[in-house]
């Protein structure tokens, strides 16, 4: 008998997301994962309910028109004339549909009546966990990771746009300790990186991890999260991280898939027309009040 082979697509929010469907399709298995990142692949590899990983390389830009084609139904450059199956890439590639059950994300699991799979018991490399060991000692003592901006799939007026006023809010009002996570490679992204976040109870870790496995490793440290919607919401969600998600505009719509897959005990909601008072309360009360139950 043939193995039996589930997908991985995207990038990391896609790729923690689309596990809960290969949990629940595949369960124990193999993935074939259409991409080039040798990170995700790694993280794929750890995973204690994956058996093989096989990396399919495209072109970027081909692997990411076939992304958003296949989870939205309509082509990034919007045309018409270009149309494509969730299976086809992996049957150009010699795979079988007998072979093949497809659980990266798409547009039938995008359907808001589709049921959303959430899944537990995430790994890290051994290495990444060794690293965060020791960069916590570096850090204070119950110390929250703190992320205002994600540019990967979301422009600068797409996120909420009171994130300088919240971080003053919080340095001014409590005593918590913030360490300040990003990259500072979008253009124009200096003046909203740490130039715009100044406070003693602020560590400035602006471009200062070295992969989003790093952050994920971080954040397992912390006390609690604050960051705008993203992949590190969706590990808080994966690894039961108390997390406040200010999310963006596309995040704020309550039938989008990012946004249907963070509700979560552990997660606490801010959408992107919240005043800055409401969010301040959110994080009080999903992160500051909390307690991790892992």
């Known amino acids: 008998m043939s193995e039996k082979w589930g997908t991985a697509c995207g990038v990391w929010g896609d790729i923690i997301v689309g596990l809960g469907l290969f949990l629940d399709r595949v369960g124990q298995g193999n993935i074939l994962y259409l991409g080039n990142s040798d990170e995700i692949v790694e993280f794929l590899e750890c995973q204690p309910f994956i058996n093989k990983v096989k990396k399919l390389p495209l072109p970027e830009e081909e692997w990411k028109r076939y992304w958003i084609y296949t989870v939205f139904n309509y082509d990034w450059k919007k045309d018409p004339s270009y149309s494509i199956k969730s299976i086809d890439p992996f049957l150009r590639m010699g795979y079988r549909n007998s072979e093949v059950e497809i659980t990266h994300l798409h547009y039938d699991v995008c359907d808001p009546n589709y049921p959303m799979y959430q899944w ?3 790994k890290l490399p051994q290495h990444i966990e060794d690293w965060a060991d020791e960069e916590a000692k570096k850090l ?19 996120h909420w746009t009171a994130w300088p006023e919240l971080c003053h809010a919080i340095t001014t009002r409590t005593n918590k300790s913030l360490v300040l996570i990003g990259h500072k490679w979008y253009p124009e992204i200096e003046k909203r990186s740490s130039v715009m976040f100044k406070s003693p109870m602020i560590t400035d870790y602006y471009s200062n991890v070295p992969s989003m496995m790093h952050i994920f490793a971080l954040a397992k440290r912390s006390v609690g999260v604050i960051t705008t919607s993203n992949s590190l919401a969706h590990w808080c969600q994966i690894a039961d991280i108390p997390c406040t998600v200010i999310c963006n505009r596309k995040s704020s719509r309550p039938d989008y898939i990012f946004r249907r897959v963070l509700v979560w005990p552990t997660l606490k909601l801010v959408n992107f027309d ?3 008072e409401t969010a301040y309360n959110a994080v009080g009360e999903g992160v500051f009040s909390a307690e991790k139950l892992i």
């Open 274 to 276: 919240d005043d800055l």
């Open 120 to 122: 537990h018991g995430v």
């Open 140 to 158: 204070p003592d119950n110390f929250y990771l703190f992320q205002p901006y994600s540019f990967n799939s979301n422009s600068p007026h797409d």
